[in-house]
């Protein structure tokens, strides 16, 4: 429960659970959080002390937002001046997010030369199935306006002849780019091959506003946006090459290619790129010690503001990728690929098998979880129902197999019993801190009565393999029962509190700690310091070296000094402030 309005139950209960149900280990990963480490060895070391016989272990581990800070604004770059290139704005409407598994029905370009519309494009293109219900209420394309029109086979050469010579410019471009070079891998054809402006992160680096959809960036620069006309790729590509004037204002007259470059490696990169959820679990000690080195990176150097120029006091934690790269070099982590938020489902979901291969090689293992899951992307509309959700996780299996990947069947709990579900659902229909919303919120009040939240308690073993039986039974065994016992296995005993404490070690200070006072004693008292005096110092002294506290009062010394002499009065309370050692060494006055 110290995944802020997210996570219902107590580690505790997690902990005796699994216990009780006969399991060897769990795994804890709250959001961008360890705060339930202590608690989680209190209560481990407490059942194996009742019960020595029993060797139950936690692995301790942490979901993080992994983000790569670099603006992707320019691909194939050609380093032309801008004011001398002839652009093609385009857009693409389709069944869906998946270029594997989707088809383009829409296709809406402009094409300018001097900043002046020189011609336009529109065509519709018959996927050769019928659209999903959502899509022709978001774009008004009926399937009357698909079924006689070109097939993308017939198109796809009208298209390709629009764009020669061009540089291509769209909105999230990496979305409809895709999707053409999906349908050209298909007709095996090549790729695009030219110059790409990605408006999408060109308005990350060059506006600073909160929201970045195409209609938020058109009120940036005042270009009209209709919400009706909104979701048809004539007027979206219309709208576009408007913005992209101002942009290309915004620029100055002498901007290249290569000046739109040097924007991708702006510092704040970080805060406005989209996240990917990872886990990171600590293999050994050296592994726990870096794991916290990554929280703390998370909440101080990569603190994602959530508004304009940090504004808003509620941030995000996120690291940077090469932070995880680092330390992972040291072989003393383990990266999971997480839950649907993850890279490797979002790649698996919309993108193509080559780069779902490409990214699984940062990962030691790859998790999927129960259909049910998922549910909310189904409901959204994003997956179109349970089948196509399952060749998506196909697409994860055999890419895994491919890259001899081990694959983990994760049961994403967050609450241990299904009647806990009720307190999650208050917490995803209830505002955050700054008015957030939780992730699986609906804005919709009909949607929102209509559907309900994927049920994500703790399962037994044989629920995940009942969850997952539609693979197979021996599939399904080995990455619900063998591989996490395989992953358990590189995963040594940790204990994140210590037995004994670990003050900081500075050489000498003991020594100098008992220096400062007596000095202090004799300037007050003279060379000779009275009987009581020398009595209680010593005593003092003594007991405070002898038990190993001289640091923290040398420290407190230093600290008292150092204010002081910048003309801050200290008014030290506490145990440390409370003795004549205190005094003497001029920590309390």
């Not at 049910?372 to 189904?378: L, P, R, S």
Request: charged residues 25%.
């Amino acid at each position: 429960n110290f995944s802020e309005m997210d996570g219902v139950c107590a580690i505790e209960e997690f902990i005796q659970t699994a216990y009780d149900w006969g399991m060897d280990a769990i795994g804890i990963c709250d959001h961008q959080v360890v705060q339930a480490f202590p608690m989680a060895q209190h209560k481990v070391s407490a059942l194996n002390k009742a019960n020595p016989n029993r060797n139950f272990q936690m692995l301790y581990g942490c979901e993080m937002s992994m983000v790569d800070p670099e603006y992707k604004i320019v691909t194939n770059n050609n380093h032309a001046k801008l004011e001398n290139c002839t652009f093609v704005v385009f857009d693409l409407e389709t069944t869906g997010l998946s270029n594997r598994l989707d088809k383009i029905i829409e296709f809406g370009a402009v094409k300018m030369k001097n900043r002046e519309v020189i011609s336009r494009k529109q065509m519709f293109i018959n996927p050769e199935c019928k659209l999903p219900a959502h899509i022709m209420s978001l774009t008004h394309i009926t399937q009357n306006d698909v079924d006689s029109a070109k097939t993308i086979e017939e198109a796809i050469d009208e298209i390709l002849e629009y764009f020669e010579g061009a540089v291509l410019v769209a909105h999230n471009g990496v979305f409809d780019v895709g999707f053409i070079n999906a349908a050209l891998r298909k007709l095996g054809r090549e790729e695009l091959k030219n110059p790409t402006i990605d408006t999408l992160p060109l308005a990350y680096a060059i506006l600073d506003r909160k929201g970045y959809r195409l209609g938020q960036v058109c009120r940036s620069y005042g270009v009209s946006y209709d919400g009706e006309g909104a979701h048809r790729a004539d007027y979206d590509a219309e709208v576009l090459s408007q913005v992209m004037c101002h942009m290309m204002n915004d620029l100055g007259s002498e901007a290249t290619m290569d000046t739109l470059c040097q924007l991708q490696d702006k510092p704040e990169g970080f805060k406005k790129n989209h996240p990917n959820h990872i886990t990171v679990y600590a293999k050994n000690k050296e592994g726990l010690k870096e794991l916290f080195e990554l929280i703390t990176l998370s909440h101080t150097q990569y603190l994602a503001y959530n508004g304009k120029s940090g504004e808003n006091v509620v941030a995000e934690p996120r690291i940077i990728r090469k932070e995880l790269i680092e330390k992972h070099a040291h072989g003393n982590l383990l990266f999971g690929s997480s839950c649907q938020n993850g890279e490797i489902f979002d790649l698996a979901h919309t993108r193509s098998e080559q780069e779902l291969l490409d990214a699984m090689d940062f990962y030691d293992y790859i998790e999927v979880q129960p259909l049910e899951c998922y549910k909310n992307m189904i409901d959204r509309g994003s997956i179109k129902d349970v089948d196509e959700l399952k060749e998506i996780i196909c697409f994860i299996l055999d890419a895994a197999k491919k890259k001899n990947k081990m694959v983990i069947a994760t049961s994403d709990a967050h609450y241990v019993h299904p009647h806990e579900k009720r307190v999650r659902d208050i917490y995803i229909n209830a505002k955050a801190i700054g008015n957030a919303r939780h992730p699986l919120y609906f804005y919709d009040r009909v949607k929102r009565k209509a559907c309900k939240a994927p049920d994500q308690h703790l399962l037994t073993t044989d629920e995940m393999l009942q969850a997952f039986s539609w693979i197979g039974e021996d599939l399904a065994y080995k990455i619900v029962v063998e591989n996490p016992r395989e992953l358990k296995s590189m995963m040594e005993p940790i204990y994140p509190i210590k037995d004994k404490l670990y003050p900081p070690d500075i050489e000498g200070s003991d020594q100098k700690l008992r220096d400062i006072c007596f000095e202090t004693a004799h300037s007050i008292y003279g060379d000779n310091l009275p009987d009581v005096v020398e009595k209680r110092l010593s005593r003092e002294l003594d007991s405070i070296i002898g038990h190993g506290y001289y640091v923290v009062y040398y420290i407190s010394h230093l600290l008292v000094k150092k204010s002081n002499d910048d003309g801050y009065l200290v008014g030290s309370r506490g145990s440390v402030g409370s003795s004549f050692v205190a005094t003497m060494s001029n920590i309390t006055e």
